[in-house]
């Protein structure tokens, strides 16, 4: 747990040279690493929806089947990555105006990138273990070579 004493408001924080020409530098790999994430995912829907519509045009029935799992996964990604970008954006806004709100917004998006992180890395660790579980009841060794 935090300390009480760690909770209270401060006030008057100042940022030197160095911390800001840290910020300016982490905000040009967070914006870059955002882009291309974005890119990456636009061009993986794209892959998906060339490759999945002649099935779909043959037979249409298992349409949410195949596009569902790829919209969750669409949505998965593009969370942190927008959480990211807005890091990005709002602190290159702080830099320049010397404005403290945007550093504000701007560390809030951070947290929340990382959060969206965290908790996906728990949901996923609970999957892998529930797995995990599941195969040494059922008694399968699928790692049998």
């Known amino acids: ?5 760690d909770q209270i408001e401060p006030t008057g924080i100042n940022f030197d040279s160095v911390c800001i ?5 982490t905000r040009k790999w967070t914006k870059f690493l955002s882009l291309l994430g974005l890119f990456m995912l636009v061009i993986m829907l794209i892959i998906f929806l060339i490759t999945t ?3 779909l045009m043959s037979n249409g029935k298992y349409l949410s089947l ?3 799992p790829m919209l969750l996964i669409a ?3 593009f969370f942190p990555l927008y959480y990211l970008f807005q890091f990005s954006r709002y602190s290159k806004l702080a830099i320049t105006h010397h404005d403290t709100k945007n550093l504000s917004i701007s560390i809030k998006y951070l947290r929340m990138h990382y959060t969206f992180l965290g908790i996906l890395v728990i949901i ?3 999957l892998y273990s529930a797995i995990a579980v599941a195969l040494i009841i059922s008694g399968k060794n699928f790692f049998h070579f």
């Open 21 to 25: 020409d840290n910020l300016r530098r």
């Open 1 to 5: 747990m935090e300390n009480p004493s």
């Open 124 to 126: 996923m660790m609970l």
């Open 66 to 68: 195949s596009i569902l």
């Open 75 to 77: 949505v998965i990604y």
């Open 53 to 55: 519509i002649p099935s």
